[in-house]
């Protein structure tokens, strides 16, 4: 779109080691909008910028002076979004009023991110990768300086409110009658949405899932050769579960005696989870090896899972959206174990994986594994095939990218 400018609001990116799905995203937002202004709400001390097109440009906050407190305090006492919601929720007054505080200073970090954009409001589109917390600053913001075309995408700890404090997501009417249009990841999400606020529009709030770079289909797998590799792809936090993945993995070893059996997870994160997971692999049978590779770039992992023989990918989180991971390991044949929360059983069937209760313990998820192993190769050859032509059909980037471009966002 000549002379447009995009605005896109996200966690990190295109600092640190986070959100990398949008590196399949961006090309196409570069090759559709004249600029891309990326501001960023969280970058640390060190992070240093992911390769950028040259019509894209970051913008990292910069904190708000304690010293504008009154100021903030000012803004939220003048703000009818605030009052609305403390009518409808008296009791949450003071975190309410806290969240308008952090709204508040945000709106003023994103008003001096905004100054660098260089086009008239009716030009610019605002859109939030995220319906958190800060999409309410953006809204808010957007109204202010007139800009009249607001997108967001949805995805979990931003959609359902069962997993955030109380139960409860403040400022939720305001943002959903702000935005032009909110795009959940998953036909779970869309729902959910609908289902939970009934009186909103519902022209305003539809399905566009995410999408991953589908190359051609892989080799076949070689069965009964080398040892079984496990892979498992996510940050090491509490609601991932990976200790209850590790604890699979020993049960798994115990049950195989026979087979060796390789774990292989990407990602890192809490160093007490950490220290409880290599507990438990140093309790691994003899034939069972666990290899932790860390934070490292998407592509890293993509080029493993295409020279590897991978035979199976494992999440065990407590919620999701619809994980990327799952769609990437997917797209090189590589069927998923993966619980059923969010939209997770829009991607992963009886046909195309194993897909398993949240409540499921780590015993159950070792018999399931050691089912699929003693599987007929053919019948599990044809899982392969069956993982590889869902992501294909419907979680294809060069088809869902400019699909939610053309029809959202231009």
Sequence with gaps: MPNTTLVLFTSSYPYGNGEQFLETELPYLSDTFSKIVIIPLEVKTGDIPRELADNCNSYPVQSYPRKHLMIR???????????????????????????????????????????????DASETILYSYWFGGHAMAIAALAKKNKVT????????????????????????????????????????????????????????????????????????????????????????????????????????????????????????????????????????????????????????????YSTNDVFLFINLSSSEGIPVSIMEANSRSIPALATLTGGVGEIVNEHNGIPVPTSISATQVAIKIKELIDKDDYVYGQMRESAYDKVNEEYNATVNYPKFINEVLT
Aim: charged content about 25%; overall charge positive; proline content about 5%.
């Design 73 to 119: 305090i000012l803004g939220v006492c003048r703000s009818s979004w605030f009052w609305s919601e403390v009518v409808s929720h008296p009791r949450d007054f003071l975190r309410l009023f806290e969240i308008g505080l952090i709204m508040r200073s945000l709106m003023n970090q994103y008003g001096s991110a905004l100054k660098f954009l260089e086009n």
């Design 149 to 304: 075309r607001l997108v967001a995408r949805a995805h979990r700890y931003d959609l359902y409110e069962q997993f955030n404090k109380k139960g409860y997501h403040p400022f939720k009417r305001f943002l959903l009658t702000s935005f032009n249009k909110l795009c959940p990841i998953s036909i779970d999400g869309e729902n959910y949405l609908k289902e939970k606020y009934p009186d909103m529009p519902t022209t305003d709030i539809a399905t566009y899932k995410l999408g991953v770079v589908i190359p051609k289909k892989s080799k076949a797998y070689v069965a009964n050769i080398g040892p079984i590799v496990i892979v498992s792809c996510s940050g090491i936090r509490p609601i991932k579960n990976v200790e209850k993945i590790a604890q699979s993995m020993r049960h798994l070893g115990m049950l195989c005696p026979d087979i060796v059996i390789n774990w292989i997870h990407f990602g890192d994160g809490d160093h007490s989870i950490k220290n409880n997971i290599e507990k438990i692999v140093n309790d691994f049978s003899d034939n069972t090896t666990a290899h932790f590779k860390g934070n490292v770039s998407n592509p890293e992992v993509l080029e493993y």
